[in-house]
């Protein structure tokens, strides 16, 4: 039987994330008031200049070298200026330095009535400085360090002429043939919330007019990454249930930090593109959410509405998005080309251009543009926070974080610094070109530490690392498997450096079998049948489907796309000198044809036991069951620990945390960190529930045989689900709880009232 109606909560209140309820007040991000300065803009701009203010360009007048998206209508840097000084172009992005942007800025201030531009980029992991790819922070599972970071992107960034950031990636993904999982927080609503917030946080800093603050930019809005058959660009289909209690509460997290911008997606959402929809954009964003910043269309993606078939030229592309709730054009010029007549002819309001028009001057005026256009314009503060010390120690650090160990098996590392023959095998051993992953911005690879410098440096004797490629990233090398297997047999221990090349991640990148490539597959068998112990180092974007040698080696390492340290920080934890704290922020199946898959999904009426996962007329597949190689949530470090007296309150009441206590006992030899996570399960609800949900997490260290209590609390509001009417609930009765530390599991249950 169904449990009653239950307690209604604010939807607000929900999708912010109650995680945060202190922090954030519950309270959505209210409209910048316009100033009587914006008042006075608007009265007197011409239809064109408001086209202008709303219209993005790629930024060619101070080039990363870099090509992020397909070129559509490139106009050369002379163009672009004569268009900014004409007033055209309300904002540039994807361009990197100081001294191009005081070019353009001037260009701006000398149009009619001298509005600044804002900078924009797609500032994702770093931006000369590359820190590891955000999945791979997200594998820390540490706001705090993912806020630092940030912090720390928005210093450098802001100093070579950036105000606005296209980031952060908040989109929950479920199926890692998308490639863009590599760029959000992984499979998990809560974690995804919580990394909203603090990178949100840590990108625009305290102040958002300080010359070092980095406007956020939560996207794609909404469902963008639950694309069919996980292929990018793809039709999204899904009830509104799912899309409030998954897809929408890590944005409204970040907007109730602070963001006051956000990117619509590309795709369509229920057969209405999301740059068309006003349901989503207007109803939702708005009404729902109350966002009340500045919503822009992802490149070209106006122009889009044509080819996917509900636009029937240009100028109606423009009239369904400007209506729909795109207040700017990114790349396709429609605004500019056909907002004037649209309005001329009636089919447009000047009221919605001018809505549009005042979001964007008050996001100026936000950042202090109108009072200082050369903000973050400065040469000696580009030379100054650009590449640091202490930004390089903080990749560092985060790329000791993100790593994860899957598998140890007889404590085959740490390795000794001495006294041990290593060969590192596979085509990233000493690779460059492949540590930064995708969307690296204005970073340059040579820069980084390859697995063998970082490796070398650690070792007392550096000859003892002996370095074979083996193979090519998708193709076999000429005596490569021979030189490789000679080189394994000569050793004490094989480091297999195999995986994603950079660009088999990211925009644009999915993928039919997320497996490594046939001829690294290939070389690890070879290595592995010598006999000499394996340690994989596993090089991804994903979770992948693991096969064979890779799947059984006896240590496992995800050391996804680090960045710039990548070498230094995996030589850190192979040689102990840190403790692998990771944590799989993502599934990785038992094969491909599991996607999509995550570890919080709903329960079936047909659940296989635990016992014997295959037994018939069982939810499972005729090949495989209904569970992951490594789920989310899996790594170790080289500490253990033992977990016991787990209490919670028997009865919890509305506004009542679950308070959980549990004592955590580091029954290894050495110093570390345990990883510990509450889940729940809500056992009879209206609409079926996910079989498991995290719903707090917490780290503690401990030496050898230290014992701590460590509390764990779930505010009541975590309990709540979107019921059958819509509306966010916490229906009564009872719940299923798990707190785990890495291996060890127990089991309680409470009942909420």
């Not at 794609?220 to 009830?239: I, K, L, Q, T």
């Not at 997490?697 to 779930?714: C, Q, S, W």
Request: hydrophobic share 45%; proline share 5%; charged share 20%.
């Amino acid at each position: 039987m169904a449990r009653d109606a239950g307690t209604r909560i604010g939807r607000r209140a929900l999708l912010a994330g109650s995680a945060q309820v202190a922090l954030l007040g519950m309270l959505p991000v209210a409209a910048r008031a316009a100033s009587a300065r914006i008042d006075d803009l608007v009265a007197r701009m011409t239809i064109a200049e408001k086209a202008g203010q709303l219209s993005c360009f790629n930024d060619e007048i101070r080039p990363v070298g870099a090509v992020f998206n397909p070129v559509v209508d490139p106009r050369g840097a002379d163009a672009l200026l004569a268009d900014i000084r004409a007033g055209r172009v309300g904002m540039l992005f994807n361009g990197y330095g100081v001294a191009g942007a005081r070019r353009a800025q001037q260009a701006a201030l000398r149009s009619r009535l001298g509005i600044p531009l804002l900078f924009a980029a797609d500032v994702i992991h770093g931006c000369r400085t590359i820190f590891p790819i955000p999945l791979a922070e997200a594998a820390a599972f540490d706001p705090e360090l993912s806020e630092r970071a940030a912090r720390a992107v928005a210093e450098e960034a802001s100093a070579g002429g950036l105000h606005w950031t296209f980031a952060p990636v908040v989109d929950v993904a479920r199926d890692q043939r998308w490639g863009r999982v590599a760029e959000g927080a992984g499979e998990d609503v809560l974690l995804n919330r919580q990394l909203a917030v603090a990178r949100v946080r840590g990108l625009q800093g305290p102040d958002l007019r300080r010359p070092d603050s980095l406007l956020a930019t939560p996207k794609h809005f909404a469902g963008y990454s639950a694309v069919r058959g996980g292929m990018e660009y793809a039709a999204v289909d899904m009830s509104v249930a799912e899309l409030r209690e998954t897809y929408l509460p890590p944005f409204a997290a970040g907007f109730g930090a602070g963001a006051l911008a956000t990117i619509a997606s590309f795709t369509d959402f229920n057969g209405v593109p999301a740059t068309a929809n006003r349901w989503l954009l207007t109803d939702i964003l708005r009404g729902e959410l109350g966002f009340g910043g500045v919503c822009v269309s992802d490149y070209d993606a106006d122009r889009e509405l044509i080819a996917h078939g509900v636009a029937a030229d240009e100028a109606d592309a423009a009239r369904l998005a400007i209506l729909a709730g795109v207040d700017v054009s990114m790349q396709s010029g429609l605004y500019n080309k056909h907002l004037p007549a649209l309005v001329a002819s009636g089919r447009v309001p000047m009221a919605r251009v001018d809505e549009a028009v005042r979001r964007v001057l008050a996001l100026k005026e936000a950042l202090g543009l109108f009072d200082d256009p050369f903000r973050s314009l400065d040469a000696a503060a580009e030379r100054k926070r650009t590449a640091t010390p202490a930004i390089k120690a903080l990749a560092r650090e985060v790329a000791t974080r993100s790593v994860v160990l899957l598998r140890n098996r007889g404590d085959l590392l740490p390795l000794p610094r001495a006294g041990r023959r290593v060969a590192l095998i596979g085509p990233f051993g000493a690779d460059r070109a492949n540590l930064n992953g995708p969307w690296s911005f204005a970073g340059d690879a040579q820069h980084g530490i390859d697995l063998a410098t970082g490796i070398r440096a650690l070792l007392a004797d550096p000859d003892a690392l002996a370095v074979e490629a083996g193979s090519g990233i998708h193709e076999p090398l000429g005596g490569g498997i021979a030189r490789a297997v000679a080189a394994a047999r000569a050793a004490d221990v094989v480091l297999l450096a195999i995986g994603e090349a950079g660009d088999m991640s990211g925009e644009g990148n999915s993928r039919v079998e997320i497996t490594v490539p046939a001829a690294q597959q290939a070389l690890a068998e070879a290595v592995a049948a010598t006999g000499t112990p394996v340690v994989v180092l596993l090089r991804h974007g994903r979770a992948l489907a693991l096969e064979g040698a890779v799947r059984d080696a006896p240590a496992l390492l995800c050391t996804w796309f680090l960045g710039e340290q990548t070498g230094a920080a995996v030589a850190d934890i192979l040689f102990g000198l840190r403790e692998p704290t990771g944590r799989l922020p993502v599934s990785f199946p038992l094969a491909t044809g599991q996607q999509p898959w995550s570890y919080d999904r709903r329960g079936t009426g047909r659940p296989a036991a635990d016992a014997d996962p295959m037994a018939p007329g069982r939810s499972h597949w005729r090949d495989a069951p209904d569970r992951a190689l490594f789920p989310f949530g899996s790594g170790q470090g080289y500490a253990r620990f033992a977990l016991a007296d787990l209490q919670l309150s028997s009865r919890v009441a509305r506004g009542e945390a679950v308070q959980v206590r549990i004592a955590v006992t580091n029954i290894g030899g050495r110093r570390g960190e345990a990883f510990v996570r509450a889940d729940i399960h809500d056992r009879v609800a209206s609409r079926t529930r996910p079989v498991r949900q995290m719903r707090a997490h917490a780290r503690v260290t401990l030496d050898p045989g230290e014992r701590r209590v460590v509390t764990l609390a779930i505010p009541h509001a975590e309990l709540a689900l979107v019921a059958a009417d819509g509306q966010w609930r916490i229906e009564p009765g009872a719940f299923d709880l798990w707190v785990n530390a890495g291996g060890e599991e127990l089991h309680s249950q409470f009942d909420a009232v």
